[in-house]
């Protein structure tokens, strides 16, 4: 369903629908909404407790060491998040809506190919599973 969705998006109506809603309440809103979403997304979760795992969080390192773990992933993803978000911001109005139905599209397409795909993996997977 999110295949579709992004494929059949028309720029023009997404642009009329944000220039008519409500702006954010401020910066910090806007931050501490996407660091909720981050935060509780499963696949960040596992990523997260895969990477300090690694590193022996939880096992021989001391509360400096685990503190500077944590304060340079932390450093490093709102890094990352701030380059990201000025570099969209630096090249969204040189996109035209032509350009943007055609990125909806790849990207539609992508996405569903990817899940045709995943779903494939996890049928043949069971079917592995129950011939076993």
């Known amino acids: 369903m999110v295949a579709i969705r992004t494929f059949?998006?028309?720029?023009?109506?997404?642009?009329?629908?944000?220039?008519?809603?409500p702006d954010s309440k401020s910066w910090f809103t806007g931050f501490m909404t996407g660091l909720s979403l981050t935060l509780t997304n499963p696949?960040?979760?596992?990523?997260?407790i895969a990477i300090f795992a690694g590193f022996?969080?939880?096992?021989?390192?001391?509360?400096?060491?685990?503190?500077?773990?944590v304060l340079g992933v932390f450093i490093g993803s709102s890094l990352w998040?701030?380059?990201?978000?000025?570099?969209v911001a630096?090249?969204?109005h040189r996109i035209s809506d032509r350009g943007l139905?055609?990125?909806n599209h790849c990207t539609g397409v992508a996405?569903?190919?990817?899940?045709?795909?995943?779903?494939?993996m996890a049928a043949t997977g069971i079917v592995g599973m129950a011939t076993a």
């Not at 059949?8 to 008519?20: G, H, T």
């Not at 022996?56 to 773990?69: F, Q, Y």
């Not at 996405?111 to 494939?120: I, K, P, Q, R, S």
């Open 101 to 103: 139905t055609m990125l």
């Open 111 to 120: 996405l569903g190919v990817f899940g045709l795909w995943a779903l494939g």
């Open 90 to 92: 630096a090249v969204r």
């Open 81 to 87: 998040w701030m380059t990201l978000a000025m570099g």
């Open 43 to 48: 696949a960040t979760i596992m990523a997260f």
């Open 8 to 21: 059949r998006q028309q720029p023009e109506a997404e642009e009329r629908e944000a220039a008519s809603a």
């Open 56 to 69: 022996g969080l939880g096992g021989t390192l001391d509360r400096l060491e685990a503190s500077t773990l």
